[in-house]
C-alpha cells in the first residue's frame, strides 16, 4: 500500500513553528485522537499494516525524551506531555504548560506495551482500561470522545449503524484538531473502502485551542470587577466548563451575566463599538505573551 510511506514523519508536529500554536492540554487531546485512530484501523486487516507500521515508527526510539521531526506526530505529542521544560518551551505558553504537566502523570509504560503490540502484530491487552486511564490523565471530558472509544473498543460487538455513527465523529476530530497530522489520511480511507461516513450525523467540532489555566490567580481581581465579588467563584467555574465542553448550570449562566451584559451592550452599539472590543482582544493577546 502507498499511503504506508506517507507515515514516515510527522506532519502537524514536524517544526516548531507549528507546536507554538499548541497548548499542553491541545496535545493530550490530539494524543488521544490519534490512539483512538489507531486502536480502530488495527481492527481491519486491510488497514491493520498501517497501524502496525505507525506503532513501530513511534516506539522505535528509547522514551519520548527528544522532538523528532523524523518520528510520528504521536511521538511528538507523547514528547509534550511527558516533556521537561525543554519540550514545554515549545509549546505556545510554557509557563502555564508547566503548571499543568506537574499535575500530570502518563503511564508511560502502558502506553509504550501498548503500541509495542500493536507493532508486532499482537493484539493489546486491557485496552478498554489503558483508554479510560488516559481519559482521566489527559483532561478528556468530551463525552462525544468517550462514546467513540466505546464503539471502536467493542467494535466486534457493535451494530454497523453505531460504527458508522462514531467512525463520522471521529472524522470530524480528525479534520478539527489532526488536520494535518500524518494518521488522519489511513482514517479517510477506511472510511471511503468500508463506507463509514455518515452525511446525517452532525459536525459539532470546533477547531479551538484548549487553555491549560483558563483563569489564573493574577486575573481574578479584574474578573471581579467585571462580575462583582459574590459572583467571582462562579464565574470561574463558567468559564471553566464553557472551555470543556461541558453543559453550564443556570446558576453558573447567572453570575457570569454581567460579563455577559458588557458583551451585549458592545454588540447593540453597533460595528464600531465591535471593532474597538476586537483591536483590545489582539492587545490582551500581546500583553500575555510578554508576561
Given at each position: 500500500m502507498d499511503f504506508l510511506k506517507e507515515l514516515a514523519e510527522a506532519r502537524m508536529t514536524?517544526?516548531?513553528?507549528?507546536?507554538?500554536?499548541?497548548?499542553?492540554?491541545?496535545?493530550?487531546?490530539?494524543?488521544?485522537?490519534?490512539?483512538?485512530?489507531?486502536?480502530?484501523?488495527?481492527?481491519?486487516?486491510?488497514?491493520?499494516?498501517?497501524?502496525?507500521?505507525?506503532?513501530?515508527?513511534?516506539?522505535?526510539?528509547?522514551?519520548?525524551?527528544?522532538?523528532?521531526?523524523?518520528?510520528?506526530?504521536?511521538?511528538?505529542?507523547?514528547?509534550?506531555?511527558?516533556?521537561?521544560?525543554?519540550?514545554?518551551?515549545?509549546?505556545?505558553?510554557?509557563?502555564?504548560?508547566?503548571?499543568?504537566?506537574?499535575?500530570?502523570?502518563?503511564?508511560?509504560?502502558?502506553?509504550?506495551?501498548?503500541?509495542?503490540?500493536?507493532?508486532?502484530?499482537?493484539?493489546?491487552?486491557?485496552?478498554?482500561?489503558?483508554?479510560?486511564k488516559l481519559e482521566s490523565v489527559l483532561y478528556i471530558n468530551n463525552a462525544s470522545y468517550k462514546s467513540i472509544r466505546r464503539t471502536?473498543?467493542?467494535?466486534?460487538?457493535?451494530?454497523?449503524?453505531?460504527?458508522?455513527?462514531?467512525?463520522?465523529?471521529?472524522?470530524?476530530?480528525?479534520?478539527?484538531?489532526?488536520?494535518?497530522?500524518?494518521?488522519?489520511?489511513?482514517?479517510?480511507?477506511?472510511?471511503?473502502?468500508?463506507g463509514l461516513e455518515s452525511p446525517a450525523v452532525p459536525d459539532r467540532e470546533t477547531v479551538i485551542t484548549k487553555p491549560d489555566m483558563v483563569v489564573k490567580d493574577s486575573d481574578l481581581m479584574y474578573l471581579q470587577r467585571l462580575v462583582g465579588a459574590k459572583n467571582l467563584y462562579l464565574a470561574v467555574k463558567y468559564i471553566e466548563l464553557s472551555s470543556q465542553g461541558k453543559t453550564i448550570p443556570s446558576h453558573l449562566v447567572q453570575a457570569f451575566n454581567p460579563a455577559l451584559e458588557v458583551l451585549v451592550d458592545i454588540i447593540k452599539g453597533g460595528p464600531a463599538y465591535l471593532q474597538t472590543l476586537k483591536r483590545l482582544q489582539r492587545s490582551a493577546k500581546k500583553a500575555q505573551r510578554r508576561r
Open positions: 514536524r517544526s516548531t513553528s507549528r507546536t507554538e500554536r499548541l497548548t499542553y492540554r491541545d496535545c493530550c487531546e490530539r494524543a488521544y485522537l490519534v490512539l483512538l485512530i489507531l486502536e480502530l484501523l488495527r481492527k481491519y486487516p486491510r488497514f491493520s499494516p498501517v497501524a502496525r507500521q505507525y506503532a513501530k515508527d513511534t516506539v522505535k526510539y528509547t522514551g519520548f525524551d527528544y522532538f523528532r521531526m523524523s518520528s510520528t506526530d504521536l511521538y511528538n505529542f507523547l514528547y509534550f506531555i511527558v516533556g521537561d521544560d525543554e519540550a514545554l518551551s515549545k509549546l505556545r505558553d510554557p509557563i502555564d504548560a508547566k503548571k499543568v504537566r506537574e499535575k500530570t502523570h502518563l503511564p508511560t509504560m502502558a502506553v509504550n506495551r501498548y503500541l509495542t503490540k500493536i507493532s508486532h502484530g499482537s493484539t493489546p491487552e486491557n485496552v478498554a482500561s489503558l483508554f479510560i471502536v473498543i467493542n467494535l466486534e460487538r457493535t451494530s454497523d449503524g453505531d460504527i458508522k455513527k462514531a467512525v463520522t465523529k471521529l472524522l470530524y476530530a480528525a479534520r478539527a484538531k489532526l488536520r494535518s497530522a500524518d494518521i488522519i489520511d489511513p482514517l479517510e480511507r477506511l472510511a471511503n473502502v468500508r
